[in-house]
């Protein structure tokens, strides 16, 4: 079945410094998500990736929609402390297309931790 | 706030008890999901509803496990006879014109 694989699975980030982390997949897809969870709370929708190539930018975070189709990526630059959390990359499964919309499958994420 | 409220936001509760969460959206809209995800992983399609019409559901959701949503606007997701396995954060989610997912806070169970 579809599978979403996120690198890095952790990271410790430093204040200040730059952040990039990505998303694959062997299957191509026309949307990709990327949210973000704090501890105890439910994901919130960062960026949203509509076309092959699209580059978005949400303040700080930018995400690109890869040329292929089969990743994306996510760059946080100048990190702050309350960048730490989860970050999940999302799309629409292979049964989703022009159904349902919202049932999409998530990559297991990329925790950001602060570097002691 | 994503315009969608859930609660209780925590419940403990004993194996082979029954549990209900409900979800609210703040305002109207035609389609509702409910997500599981377990420690350490994203979260996983459980069901989803268009108006009160039940029109997905995942393997995940056992027979002990139904969702309602009998006026299209709240729904709640009951689990029956509970297992340790149910632990999990249940999530609800509604989405937007183009499909982009936004979830509520959550309900965390914890299956003792």
């Known amino acids: 079945g579809q599978q979403l694989n996120q690198s890095p699975q952790s990271m410790f980030i430093q204040e200040g410094e730059d952040v990039s982390m990505n998303c694959t997949s062997s299957s191509i897809f026309n949307t990709w998500l990327w949210y973000k969870q704090d501890p105890g709370e439910g994901p919130v929708l960062l960026i949203a990736?509509?076309?092959?190539?699209e580059l978005t930018s949400n303040g700080r975070l930018t995400a690109q929609f890869g040329i292929t189709r089969k990743d994306s990526f996510l760059n946080i630059s100048a990190s702050i402390p309350s960048d730490v959390g989860i970050y999940f990359c999302?799309?629409?499964?292979?049964?989703?297309?022009?159904?349902?919309?919202?049932?999409?499958?998530f990559g297991k994420g990329t925790k950001l931790s602060v570097k002691p | 706030d994503t315009g969608v409220s859930q609660d209780p936001r925590h419940k403990i509760t004993k194996r082979g008890q029954n549990v209900t969460f409900r979800c609210d959206p703040i305002?109207?809209?035609?389609?509702l999901y409910w997500y599981r995800q377990t420690l350490g992983q994203g979260p996983e399609f459980l069901t989803y509803?268009?108006?009160?019409?039940?029109?997905?559901k995942s393997r995940l959701l056992s027979d002990r496990f139904s969702a309602e949503r009998p006026k299209g606007s709240f729904s709640t997701l009951e689990i029956q006879r509970t297992e340790q396995g149910d632990s999990a954060m249940y999530l609800c989610?509604?989405?937007?014109?183009?499909?982009?997912?936004?979830f509520g806070e959550g309900s965390r169970l914890t299956v003792l």
């Open positions: 509803f268009q108006n009160e019409a039940q029109l997905e």
């Open positions: 305002s109207e809209h035609n389609r």
């Open positions: 999302a799309g629409p499964t292979s049964l989703n297309y022009g159904g349902s919309q919202g049932n999409l499958i």
């Open positions: 989610a509604i989405t937007s014109d183009v499909g982009e997912l936004f």
């Open positions: 990736l509509y076309k092959a190539g």
